[in-house]
């Protein structure tokens, strides 16, 4: 998983959250690695599985560091 490892619980858990409801999501996360600035996504996705699991995400990634560092300066 790219997520970062401090994110991943928070990121499977409303996944997990939002699957059980049919409901789709919106997620804020860091990716893990060496990436320098660190790098910054936001989700809209839909979880599908059993209740439980999720098996499968289908969204949209977006890459919003961007955003994150303009409001810094505001």
């Known amino acids: ?9 928070r990121v499977s858990d409303a996944l997990t959250a939002k699957q059980s409801a049919s409901e789709a999501v919106r997620i804020e996360f860091r990716l893990a690695g060496e990436a320098s600035p660190l ?4 989700v809209h996705a839909k979880a599908y599985g059993d209740g439980q699991h999720v098996e499968r995400v289908v969204g949209i990634l977006q890459d919003v560091t961007q955003r994150h560092q303009d409001e810094a300066l505001l």
């Open 1 to 9: 998983s790219r997520v970062h490892e401090a994110d991943r619980e």
């Open 39 to 42: 790098r910054r996504m936001e």
